[in-house]
């Protein structure tokens, strides 16, 4: 079965500190990798996913993820965070093998960035 | 949130009671979601349809039912069967179901069992 595994339930970061959130997967077939955000009683904001080719995929607001096949990661990162990013953020794999291509969540990591 | 539209964005309901959450697009997708987000837990899948007029169950489908007579609209009915309903709600779209494809998302109604 795919599965999904965020192993911090929470993260903090000092303001302008190189900041890791990190994600494994466990699929069958080619992996297809998402990240996305959530504020505070909002819906969730795509940043970015991995499909093929480059292991470093970047995104929006400045956010990366690195695709590591051998360890099944796929780590969402950035060089200096800032306040503002803190957030929920959740690590998702397209599962292709049945309903339709859902996507099976992480149970999210919320990061904290303090000034 | 841009593109897909949900409301309300609050709902209370009474034990016993259906209600309706509205989801809308206007991005001509053609797939649309359901996910149920409780505290602490990833997404889970309640419905979701392919094309208009089809749709399938997904993991929690208990307790839901939906409709897809328009591209443009996805509605979920929490019905009274549902035994836990309180849980916040997010509908998403995507163009298709390739596996290329990016699911994007509304921003949610909250509803809560009174």
């Not at chain 1, 500190?17 to 990798?33: F, I, Q």
């Not at chain 2, 979701?48 to 509605?75: L, M």
Request: charged share 20%; aromatic share 12%.
């Amino acid at each position: 079965a795919q599965s999904v595994a965020q192993p911090e339930d929470q993260v903090n970061v000092a303001e302008g500190n190189p900041l890791t959130v990190k994600c494994t997967y466990s699929v069958s077939g080619n992996p297809y990798l998402f990240w996305y955000v959530q504020y505070p009683n909002r819906g969730l904001q795509f940043l970015l996913k991995y499909i093929t080719g480059d292991n470093l995929v970047k995104g929006s607001y400045g956010f990366e993820a690195e695709f590591n096949k051998s360890q099944t990661s796929f780590h969402l990162k950035k060089p200096s965070a800032l306040v503002s990013d803190s957030a929920l953020y959740f690590c998702a794999v397209r599962d292709m093998s049945n309903q339709g291509g859902k996507l099976i969540f992480g149970q999210g990591t919320e990061l904290s960035v303090k000034p | 949130d841009g593109g897909i539209t949900q409301s309300p964005k609050y709902l209370f309901r009474k034990e016993g009671q259906n209600v309706t959450l509205s989801c809308e697009q206007n991005l001509n997708h053609d797939a649309m979601y359901w996910y149920r987000q409780d505290p602490g837990q990833g997404l889970r899948l309640i419905y979701y349809s392919q094309i208009v007029n089809d749709f399938q169950k997904g993991d929690i489908a208990e307790g839901y039912s939906v409709s897809r007579e328009k591209k443009e609209s996805f509605p979920l009915t929490v019905t009274s069967a549902q035994k836990n309903p309180t849980a916040f709600y997010l509908c998403a779209s995507s163009i298709g179901q390739g596996s290329t494809d990016t699911q994007y998302f509304g921003p949610g109604t909250r509803l809560t069992v009174l």
